[in-house]
């Protein structure tokens, strides 16, 4: 009888409970800032415009509603509540200025949380500021200059692996490139953060694994899988603990357990030290917290680490294989230098090269939006006034309070602004690597960490690891390029847009079915 009791009552609190969050959800969009916004309606009834963003192989729908509705905009999410989308520069810049004011929303936080742990990517505030200072020294220009070597030699087993396929195929092998990149750029984070040798391009040919690399295969799987149980534990956290484990949260559990206990026996291995030791005792984390958090780098630094990367090159020969004008170029660049194992210095001197990677990034910016929650009433400063559903302008996006209300969610959208016609010129959709010998003033507004572009974000929580992945990207290239040559196995207009868990990755759109694909013919380069 006690037991039905507290089973009840249980069952009260968390009805009670649910009916509150419910009930203030309907409050804060009844009196949302944004209602009057104009915007698209819902495309689909339960998830209003989210398909449209992560699922559709429509390559510019955010650019398609900034051309539509204007620089402000209000989209529909989960039920259809309102969240801000915005390329208003201004209102981009503030946003991201204001990290403790502006965080991930939970529900971002628990999915990346289940595949990354309590690292730099999930953690807010001081905490964030914390890790990011212990980060930091492991970024700067030295420490990837001595880790260029890793990264010639690896794009150099990758470049071997494709020329011996395209000998054993009559001189030219179709190869979807994802999975190869994601091997490769897997290794290299492997070797260059941590010593540690995945092997995955020279796996055993029955497909057996190491420790490491079979539990970050598990992990990464499951981020890229979300139903309605996960949606409705990012949202409650209370359902956490009350709703019952599946089997995927174990999977999940015993992969980062895997990465953990690893992660720590790198670490005394190495016997690395404290590199935060110049920092000011009430600034650093206790010796416990440390290790925990070097351990943590582990997920983190694989997944955040690897796959933006990955993409990146993923995109990069697309724009290669469809415009060989552009690939002979390069090539032609990249054979001049009589150094086939460059230093970073040599490969930041290459002027087209540079160009190349600046336009691969800015038109195919591997992750193509960050989503923030507002934390405290505010007031978001536009440059450009928008008018709303019932004519009035706006100067601020406030709410008639008036401020914009605790607890809405904002979509800062990367890929729509580094395209945006009105930054970029009418030709923002084209690829033209020679935009960056000028690159259009209006440009110096975006408020990007790097180049003018917001592929690696901006602000307090722009991505760490830029300069890492901008050399790791070029000692790609030059070795892959200067080897090889590549051609689209499929006509250009069949390649769409589909995002996973994290990235946006190419897909064939007449085979959706088979998910993210890059089918190209490869064949070695032959200098006449």
């Not at 904002?410 to 945006?420: C, E, G, H, S, T």
Request: hydrophobic share 45%.
């Amino acid at each position: 009888m006690a037991l039905l009791k507290l089973a009840a009552s249980i069952a009260a609190t968390l009805g009670v409970y649910s009916l509150y969050a419910l009930l203030k959800v309907f409050y804060q969009e009844l009196t949302s800032p944004l209602r009057n916004v104009p915007g698209p309606n819902s495309d689909h009834r339960f998830l209003g415009n989210r398909l449209q963003i992560f699922t559709s192989v429509e390559d510019d729908q955010e650019g398609l509603w900034t051309a539509q509705y204007g620089r402000t905009v209000r989209i529909n999410t989960f039920l259809g509540f309102s969240q801000l989308f915005t390329t208003d520069t201004k209102a981009v810049q503030h946003i991201l200025s204001n990290s403790d004011l502006y965080q991930k929303p939970a529900m971002r936080r628990y999915f990346l949380g289940r595949v990354v742990g309590p690292g730099v990517l999930v953690a807010e505030e001081d905490v964030h500021k914390k890790q990011r200072k212990i980060m930091n020294p492991a970024f700067g220009p030295a420490q990837v200059q001595a880790l260029t070597g890793i990264f010639v030699e690896k794009s150099r087993q990758l470049r071997d692996l494709w020329a011996d396929r395209a000998a054993r195929s009559g001189g030219i092998a179709r190869v979807n490139v994802i999975p190869d990149f994601s091997m490769t750029t897997l290794d290299i984070i492997g070797q260059a953060g941590f010593k540690y040798d995945f092997h995955s391009l020279g796996a055993d040919s029955d497909g057996s694994r190491d420790e490491l690399h079979e539990a970050f295969i598990k992990i990464s799987a499951a981020g890229d899988r979300a139903d309605l149980m996960d949606i409705l534990k990012g949202e409650v956290p209370l359902l956490r603990e009350i709703l019952p484990r599946r089997k995927i949260d174990k999977v999940i559990d015993n992969s980062q357990a895997v990465m953990r206990r690893i992660g720590q026996r790198l670490l005394h291995d190495s016997k690395q030290k404290d590199s935060a030791r110049d920092i000011p005792e009430a600034e650093r984390l206790s010796d416990e917290d440390v290790l925990a958090r070097k351990s943590s780098k582990v997920p983190t630094f694989l997944v955040a680490g690897h796959e933006t990367t990955s993409t990146a090159a993923t995109w990069a020969l697309f724009a290669l294989a469809e415009n060989k004008e552009i690939q002979t170029r390069l090539r032609n660049e990249l054979l001049m230098v009589d150094n086939a194992n460059p230093s970073m210095d040599e490969l930041n001197a290459l002027h087209y090269l540079d160009c190349f990677v600046r336009e691969t990034l800015r038109a195919h910016a591997p992750v193509i939006a960050s989503f923030r929650v507002v934390m405290r009433d505010d007031i978001i400063p536009l440059e450009t006034p928008y008018t709303d559903r019932i004519g009035v302008v706006h100067e601020t996006i406030r709410h008639a309070h008036p401020l914009l209300t605790k607890g809405q969610t904002v979509v800062v959208p990367i890929l729509a602004l580094n395209r945006d016609p009105a930054i970029w010129g009418p030709d923002a959709q084209q690829f033209i690597p020679d935009r960056w010998e000028r690159s259009p003033s209006v440009s110096t507004s975006i408020p990007g960490l790097w180049s003018q572009m917001l592929t690696f974000l901006g602000g307090p929580r722009a991505c760490i690891g830029y300069r890492f992945s901008l050399v790791e990207l070029k000692a790609l290239l030059f070795t892959l390029v200067r080897g090889l040559e590549f051609e689209l196995a499929v006509p250009a207009a069949d390649i769409g847009r589909v995002a996973m868990a994290l990235v946006q990755l190419p897909t064939v759109r007449s085979d959706r079915a088979a998910g993210a694909q890059l089918p190209l013919l490869i064949k070695p380069f032959i200098q006449s």
